[in-house]
C-alpha cells in the first residue's frame, strides 16, 4: 500500500470541538470582565483566523477596540487565551464530545493496516492531551505517531506548515499520506504541502469551498451502515473505508493528479 499515514485535523474533524472553542472564549472574556459575546453566527466568521490568540486580535481589530491599543494588546490577548484554554479543559472534562461519525472506526481501520495515524491541528499543543482523552480514552494518546501544532510552526494555517511539520516527524513524504479536514482554510493547508486531502465539512463550515479537496463527504461514516449520502457527488464516490481511500490515493498519485507544493 502506498499510503503510510493518516493526517488528521482536530477541531472540527476528529469531533465538533468549536462549540466547546467557542464557549471557552465567551466565559473567558466574562472571567475577565469584557462584555464581549462571540454568537454562533460571528464565531463561524472568525473561524476563518486560525488560532486562538490570532482570533482575539482579528476580533479587536474588528471591534476597533479603543484602549486595548498598542502595549496593552498583547499582554491582554495573552491573558485572555491562557484563561480561554483552562476554561477549554475544564469544559473537555464535563461535556460529553464524541467523535464524529466514522472517525473511530477509521482510525482503528489505519492502526491494523499499520497505517500510521497523526495531527495535524493550529490549536494549542495543551489542548491536544485532553480533547483526545475526552474524546477516545487515554489509550488514544497512543495511537498517533506525529503530532503537529500551531505552537510549533512560524506560520497556521492556511500555510502548510503545520502538515509539513507532521510529514517531518513521520519522516514520509506527502506522496505517502492523506489528509483529513474540516475547512477550506484546512485544505488550502493540506494541499499546500502537496498532500491527497479528504474534507468533511461540518456545520461550522459547510458553505466554504471545497473544490480543491480531492475527496469531500459529510462525514467518514460508512455509507453502507448509514442512510446519510457518505458520496463525493463530484466524482460520484460512495465511502466505504481505509481500503478505498488508499485506492483513490494511488490512483491520484498514478494518474499524476496529485498537486504539487505550491
Ligand atoms: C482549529 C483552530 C484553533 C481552535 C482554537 O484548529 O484554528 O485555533 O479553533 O484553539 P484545527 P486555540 O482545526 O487546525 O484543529 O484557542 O488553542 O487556538
Ligand atoms: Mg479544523
Not at 482570533?55 to 490577548?77: M, N, Q, S, V
Request: overall charge negative; charged content about 25%; glycine content about 6%.
Amino acid at each position: 500500500m502506498s499510503l503510510q499515514a493518516l493526517i488528521f485535523d482536530v477541531d472540527g474533524t476528529i469531533a465538533d470541538t468549536e462549540t466547546v472553542h467557542r464557549e471557552a472564549f465567551n466565559r473567558a472574556f466574562r472571567a475577565h470582565g469584557l462584555d464581549w459575546h462571540w454568537d454562533r453566527q460571528l464565531y463561524a466568521e472568525l473561524l476563518q483566523v486560525t488560532g486562538g490568540k490570532e482570533r482575539i486580535a482579528k476580533y479587536l481589530e474588528r471591534r476597533d477596540a479603543a484602549g486595548f491599543d498598542g502595549a496593552h494588546r498583547a499582554p491582554l490577548i495573552a491573558a485572555l487565551h491562557a484563561t480561554k484554554t483552562k476554561l477549554y479543559h475544564e469544559l473537555l472534562e464535563r461535556t460529553e464530545v464524541p467523535a464524529r461519525p466514522g472517525v473511530w472506526r477509521l482510525m482503528n481501520e489505519a492502526l491494523a493496516a499499520n497505517v500510521r495515524l497523526a495531527i495535524a491541528s493550529t490549536t494549542s499543543v495543551e489542548n491536544i492531551e485532553p480533547v483526545l482523552k475526552s474524546i477516545f480514552g487515554r489509550e488514544a494518546l497512543h495511537w498517533f505517531s506525529a503530532i503537529a501544532t500551531g505552537d510549533m510552526v512560524r506560520r497556521k494555517k492556511p500555510a502548510p506548515d503545520v502538515y509539513q511539520t507532521a510529514l517531518e516527524l513521520l519522516q514520509l513524504d506527502a506522496a505517502a499520506a492523506i489528509a483529513i479536514e474540516d475547512s477550506a482554510i484546512g485544505v488550502q493547508a493540506a494541499k499546500a504541502a502537496g498532500l491527497y486531502t479528504v474534507a468533511t465539512p461540518n456545520p461550522w463550515t459547510e458553505t466554504q469551498d471545497f473544490s480543491s479537496a480531492d475527496l469531500v463527504l459529510s462525514s467518514l461514516e460508512d455509507a453502507a451502515e448509514s442512510l446519510a449520502a457518505q458520496v463525493d457527488a463530484r466524482i460520484g464516490v460512495r465511502y466505504s473505508g481505509l481500503a478505498q481511500l488508499a485506492s483513490l490515493h494511488a490512483a491520484a498519485l498514478s494518474d499524476g493528479t496529485r498537486p504539487c507544493p505550491s
